[in-house]
């Protein structure tokens, strides 16, 4: 059984001024007519210089989240500038994507460049640095960005080597019900509700993740890999419980516990226009709820950056020094 509805705590929120948020759109306003490509790197680098024209105490915020994401890793930057009455029709195509530079694009890149680096996995999105995440007509039990039922918990890509350091998902328009929320969980959080044999035993290699629908057949062995790893007092977790599999019946039994575990500790946010989540992907799961789309252009949409921290770790997997991973 799901936990019932936890809202984030007030240390978690960041709710801009309409002072702030009105300076936030004219600066993305402003970087959006540097290009017409979200794509192009040279865009993304008039990103980074715009990032530091953006009001102090947005920047002071993202960046202190970067360096400690606290015990729940998600902060929700609420009130920034998206105004729904503007909006085009929500996209319902598979594999949507945002290639022209938008106002809300704009924002995405500039907190990225806050963060890290944008960053995009050609498999998944055909590589787009922005990308829809929307109900598709026929998708509606699909385990992915496309679905509309229940999002298992997971780990941004938990079978990539370089996986996102933080996933960012902005929000143009909610459901037309407004129930679908986005439902986090901490391993911090989650950790002392775990028996010592049940730790132990997600930090040994007996678990496998495949890659998730959304990204294709990524082709290769599937390597064996702990769901924890790193400082034991304060681990790093690799899941997704769609995609990950116990090797051995102690592991998936452990699996099983982990699962129980973060769902008492799981926190529930409903997104409304101008609320920007960034979740921690080293220590935080997420997920969403269930909601019904109508497909009359009305319908959710989000929009997500991923970041790496580190952009160089991935050097060998993005040509010519790019920001779009190959493999």
């Known amino acids: 059984m799901l936990n019932a509805v936890q809202l984030a705590p007030p240390e978690a929120v960041l709710t801009v001024s309409p ?10 306003e402003q970087l959006r007519t540097v290009s017409d490509e979200v794509d192009d790197g040279a865009w993304v680098a008039a990103a ?47 594999g949507s994507v945002q290639r022209t530079t938008t106002g809300p694009a704009a924002l995405l890149m500039m907190t990225a460049c806050g963060l890290g680096d944008p960053a995009a996995f050609l498999a998944e999105k055909s590589g787009a640095l922005v990308q829809d995440v929307v109900p598709v007509p026929g998708r509606e039990e699909f385990q992915g960005n496309a679905g509309s039922v229940d999002l298992m918990m997971h780990n941004e890509n938990a079978f990539h080597p370089h996986r996102p350091d933080y996933v960012m998902l902005l929000c143009l328009r909610p459901d037309h019900d407004r129930v679908a929320g986005l439902r986090t969980a901490s391993v911090r959080e989650a950790l002392p509700l775990l028996s010592d044999t049940t730790r132990e035993r997600l930090a040994r290699p ?6 998730p629908p959304s990204f294709g057949s990524a082709g290769g062995p599937v390597p064996e890999l702990p769901v924890l790893f790193g400082e034991s007092a304060d681990p790093d977790i690799r899941v997704d419980f769609a995609a990950t599999t116990g090797l051995t019946p102690a592991a998936r039994a452990a699996l099983t516990e982990l699962s129980v575990a973060l769902d008492e500790v799981s926190r529930t946010v409903r997104l409304l226009p101008g609320d920007l989540a960034i979740v ?48």
């Open 48 to 94: 980074r210089a715009s990032w530091q024209s953006l009001p102090g105490t947005f920047r002071q915020r993202v960046r202190a989240f970067r360096r400690d994401s606290g015990p729940g890793g998600v902060l929700v930057v609420r009130g920034l500038p998206v105004d729904e009455s503007r909006l085009p029709a929500t996209p319902a195509v598979p």
């Open 206 to 211: 007996e678990f496998s993740t495949q890659p």
């Open 19 to 28: 002072a702030e948020s009105t300076e936030i759109g004219r600066i993305a």
């Open 280 to 327: 921690d992907n080293h220590v935080t799961l997420h997920g969403r709820t269930a909601f019904r789309p109508r497909y009359d252009g009305r319908d959710r949409w989000l929009q997500r950056t991923f970041v790496l921290a580190d952009l160089r770790r991935s050097r060998d997997h993005r040509p010519d020094d790019g920001y779009v991973l190959v493999r």
